[in-house]
């Protein structure tokens, strides 16, 4: 199960490292780039909950087996591309794999291991993210400076081959002997609400969230989420069961993984701009200054599973997002010159406030539901992570946007008077990313420049500032909800109407 999961770990955190070399090589827009990012994040966000369900009908293994190999041979036909629009249409496909890949892999988990050691499990697999993620970036970091941007890509086909070999001979099947179709009509009124909640995020920092588009979208939202529930509750064999929702800890571990996913995620959003536009560390040495947190998941992980086997999953979840606020705020205080220790002791905290939390929802939503939905269990925990690290990266990008343009003018000084307004509103959008691009200062003295440049990294520091400030208050109310679940595989109330 790990070794798949590691192709989408190191293909998730190469993917920004390489970006940049790409888009040059292929000639692409900020725009095209973009959409080789979003495209893949719709796909899997969308497909996440059917994919999960197609596993339990026509069992894990084979779903897991054929996200493996879709997502291998994806890998191979991206760093293959010679065009941007290939190189989109690869990584749609690439999303659907990695959504069939990772609720069967959860499931399978679930199935394999018994009530007493699938903490451990989760806290092994908790344990394998942290080490692809550490060793994403310098991995990635290496080959884009010494290879090409291809390789990055091709490293998942090695990969890919050993876990269908091992997967065929070790994994054995598990699927639900109840359920025999698929709710198609469920399938498309889910896919539209997914995409229609998503694409409003992704794009309303673009469009602004009162602009027209932002609220068409939304309302398309609520309109298949409403056509969704309606027919949920009718449908003879549900796609998503809603009475799964009647367990309380399912229903709030959902909630845990979806802000304290829009937490990490819509924080650490800013922090390779910090690193390498404020700070100006190359791909490779920013990737380094996030190691602690990578490496310390390594060894939180399996501890964090004990620590929810030996005190429950409330207590040891409420005090690792209670660390996690800790970790938020101190990086609310970085200064522009961070030190490797600065920056190091922060990220170390986060390893051992994260790794609970991602470990303690991820048993208490797969741990609660029924077997037979195991793979549904999964696909919600995994769209649960998406949606709100999509949610996160808008709204904490709105909020930092916002502090920007407050505070921009005051730290350009008089310079700002001498700025045309497009001009200015240019600078405003291009310090969200903490650079000042060329053409923004062309015919200006080096003087100049420099009082520009250090107008746009303080406006960025506040902005950072304010997104981690945001987050430290989302951690802590998080650590609220924690309180109220309970372990896995003990279900409350009525029994789940599967089909």
Request: include cysteine; hydrophobic fraction near 55%.
């Amino acid at each position: 199960m790990c070794l798949g999961v590691i192709m989408v770990m190191l293909d998730g955190t190469v993917m920004g490292i390489a970006a940049p070399v790409m888009g040059a090589e292929l000639g692409a827009t900020l725009s095209d780039m973009q959409w080789v990012t979003n495209g893949y994040l719709l796909a899997l966000a969308v497909f996440l909950i059917t994919a999960g369900k197609l596993g339990d009908i026509y069992g894990h293994k084979r779903v897991f087996l054929l996200g493996v190999a879709g997502f291998a041979i994806t890998s191979a036909a991206i760093a293959l591309s010679g065009s941007v629009t290939a190189l989109i249409i690869f990584r749609v496909l690439q999303g659907l794999f990695g959504a069939l890949l990772q609720p069967a892999a959860l499931a399978l988990l679930r199935s394999a291991f018994p009530k007493e050691r699938l903490n451990q499990a989760m806290g092994a697999w908790g344990a394998i993210i942290g080490l692809s993620s550490a060793a994403g970036p310098i991995l990635g970091g290496l080959l884009v400076e010494n290879v090409s941007w291809q390789s990055v890509f091709y490293i998942n086909v090695p990969v890919g081959i050993v876990a269908l070999i091992m997967g065929f001979v070790i994994i054995k099947e598990s699927r639900a002997a109840s359920l025999s179709r698929i709710d198609w009509p469920g399938v498309v009124l889910l896919s539209g609400m997914m995409f229609s909640l998503v694409w409003a995020i992704i794009k309303a920092p673009e469009w602004g969230w009162t602009d027209a588009k932002t609220l068409i979208f939304a309302a398309v939202f609520v309109v298949f989420a409403a056509g969704f529930i309606f027919w949920q509750s009718r449908a003879k064999q549900p796609l998503v069961p809603l009475s799964l929702f009647k367990n309380p800890s399912i229903s709030i571990g959902t909630v845990l993984m979806m802000m304290v996913a829009f937490a990490m995620f819509g924080a650490m959003f800013f922090l390779g701009f910090f690193f390498q536009g404020v700070h100006g560390l190359t791909p490779l040495e920013a990737g380094l200054r996030m190691l602690p947190m990578s490496a310390g998941m390594i060894v939180a992980s399996p501890l964090a599973a004990m620590a929810i086997g030996k005190l429950g999953p409330k207590i040891t979840m409420a005090v690792g997002l209670l660390i996690t606020a800790s970790a938020m705020f101190l990086m609310s205080q970085l200064s522009m010159d961070a030190s490797f220790v600065e920056s190091g002791l922060p990220f170390l905290l986060l390893a051992f406030g994260l790794s609970p939390v991602f470990v303690g929802a991820t048993e208490i939503i797969v741990g609660n539901a029924p077997l037979e939905l195991s793979g549904a269990a999964g696909g919600i925990q995994q769209s649960a992570m998406q949606v709100g690290g999509a949610l996160g990266t808008a709204i904490l990008g709105a909020v930092m946007a916002g502090t920007i343009s407050d505070k921009l003018p005051g730290y350009l000084g008089p310079a700002a008077a001498a700025l045309k307004p497009a001009e200015l509103e240019g600078l405003e959008k291009a310090a969200a990313f903490g650079t000042v691009p060329p053409q923004a200062t062309q015919g200006f003295e080096q003087q100049v420049i420099d009082a520009l440049t250090n107008a746009v990294h303080l406006a960025f520091m506040d902005g950072m500032h304010t997104a981690f400030t945001v987050s430290t208050i989302v951690a802590v109310i998080t650590a609220g909800l924690a309180l109220f679940v309970r372990s896995g595989r003990k279900i409350e109330g009525e029994p789940v109407h599967i089909g």
